[in-house]
């Protein structure tokens, strides 16, 4: 493989990992919202 190969493998595979943060993140925070709001809600079972 040529260093120029490599270089675009660990963007590429930098920027997915990137996104898959952003969107386990975003669920996270999605799940906290739905439990506060079921809390808030009185629907705590």
């Known amino acids: ?6 270089k675009l493998i ?6 997915r990992a990137v996104v898959m943060g952003v969107l386990l993140g ?3 925070l999605l799940i906290f ?3 506060i709001a079921k809390i808030k809600a ?3 079972q």
């Open 1 to 6: 493989m040529h260093e120029d190969d490599e």
């Open 26 to 28: 975003a669920l996270v």
């Open 10 to 15: 660990r963007t590429r595979q930098r920027g």
């Open 33 to 35: 919202a739905i439990t």
């Open 42 to 44: 009185g629907g705590g």
